[in-house]
């Protein structure tokens, strides 16, 4: 006997919809560089988890810049989450408020591992220069 | 024995039991996550606990699993990004438990825990698949190396621990410089042929996911298939302490198992797991 459509939607519509939040994590994974660890796709413990991520400020510590603004270090752990142009650009445009910097130049490094050799090294994800003029 | 017998008593109404489990792990994951926007969240908790002392089966709608959806959806609409990948499993379990008090058929709410676990192992392994890192086994050697697995074991092996202390702190110093320079570490493995280890290491992972998932999805009901899922949950347990995550996986086994003494194991899994939370232990 053919199942109902009411009872096919009640069996199947919960998991189709982790299916649906699966595929906006691989959009999102693909088109705005998303950690595969976020965005309820499952892909934790993927790769190295995005804490270990480096962001690198020239001339800047990047420690005293978290400790002392909240807002700083939120838009830090977005970048890490999510290092796309938008949370660079924030992220920079907040260092350059706080630093009253000319310029600023925001890096993000993250961990790479050879098993064979055991070299660990670090490899630049993406960067933004921003001028104090630019904002 | 009478307590046997009063414990059998329990295990019998599986799914009273897994909506109970899972009730109780609700409690602790507000618990420990709703300080952000915590004045926001505090009328929704009021509508919770007023419902649950005093409403509960008394209306038609099942208010206080309506309201606890409403919070974990909160939680998601803030944080979408931000939230660990079991708080979305933890709001389709509770969205398929709202519905079930209006279909009011056991068989419905066991397919969309099925399915909804077959989704999670299944998109799980295929992650995996998709990453070069992990499928190289680079991450599972960066992770030992570091001494970020099997901590349940470290006191078994100190030594390894010294040499992972010793990797660490060379990544402390590398840290601070400049990485520009492109300057790099050589790791000390943790222990002999660590590369060929991780390498299969990933490999079965990823094997043991995809056959759970399948047979999750083909016997859902089999003992044996429940004995592998415990077997993963505890391996996983084994090599990261991941007890959210784990204690879900755990009640969902609870809604689909048949055999009395499986059940006991996955209500001790949670149980334990929950435990390790409370006490920070593991991970919520």
Request: glycine share 4%; proline share 3%; charged share 15%.
């Amino acid at each position: 006997m053919p199942i109902a459509p009411k009872e096919l939607f009640l069996k199947y519509g919960i998991p189709i919809l982790a299916i649906i939040v699966i595929a906006i994590q691989f959009f999102f994974v693909k088109t705005q560089h998303l950690n595969h660890w976020k965005g309820g796709g499952y892909g934790m413990y993927t790769k190295v988890h995005f804490y270990y991520n480096q962001i690198y400020i020239p001339g800047v510590s990047v420690d005293s810049l978290v400790d002392n603004n909240n807002d700083i270090k939120n838009a830090f752990r977005m970048l890490k989450i999510m290092p796309n142009d938008a949370h660079f650009y924030e992220a920079a445009q907040l260092v350059l408020k706080a630093t009253a910097k000319d310029s600023i130049h925001v890096q993000l490094w993250e961990p790479s591992v050879n098993s064979n050799s055991g070299a660990y090294s670090r490899v630049l994800i993406n960067e933004i220069h921003l001028k104090n003029q630019d904002l | 024995m009478k307590y046997w017998s009063d414990i059998q008593d329990t295990l019998k109404n599986n799914i009273v039991l897994a909506i109970q489990l899972l009730l109780f792990f609700l409690a602790v994951y507000i618990f420990i996550t709703g300080e952000k926007y915590g004045f926001w969240k505090s009328p929704i908790i009021v509508i919770i606990l007023f419902s649950w002392f005093f409403l509960r089966n008394k209306t038609k709608h099942p208010i206080t699993w309506i309201a606890l959806f409403a919070l974990l959806v909160f939680d998601l609409y803030l944080f979408y990004f931000r939230v660990a990948n079991h708080h979305f499993v933890l709001t389709f379990m509770v969205l398929s438990v709202v519905l079930c008090f209006y279909h009011n058929q056991s068989d419905i709410l066991l397919k969309n825990i099925q399915m909804l676990l077959v989704v999670v192992v299944a998109a799980s392994a295929i992650q995996k698949l998709m990453s070069s890192q992990f499928m190289s086994g680079e991450f599972y050697y960066y992770m030992m190396n570091r001494g970020f697995v099997f901590n349940v074991f470290h006191p078994l092996f100190s030594e390894s621990l010294e040499i992972a202390k010793s990797n660490s702190d060379q990544i402390l110093e590398l840290q601070a410089t400049d990485p520009n320079i492109k300057e790099s570490i050589v790791f000390a493995n943790v222990f002999p042929n660590l590369g060929l280890f991780s390498l299969i290491f990933a490999w079965i992972t990823v094997v043991v996911e995809f056959i759970v998932a399948m047979a999750i999805l083909w016997k859902p009901r089999s003992k044996w298939v429940h004995l592998l899922f415990i077997m993963m949950i505890l391996s996983i347990l084994c090599t990261r302490l991941e007890t959210g995550f784990m204690a879900l996986l755990a009640i969902c086994g609870m809604f689909l198992c048949r055999n009395l003494k499986l059940r006991l194991l996955y209500a001790l899994i949670v149980i334990v797991c929950l435990s390790l939370i409370i006490t920070k232990i593991g991970f919520h």
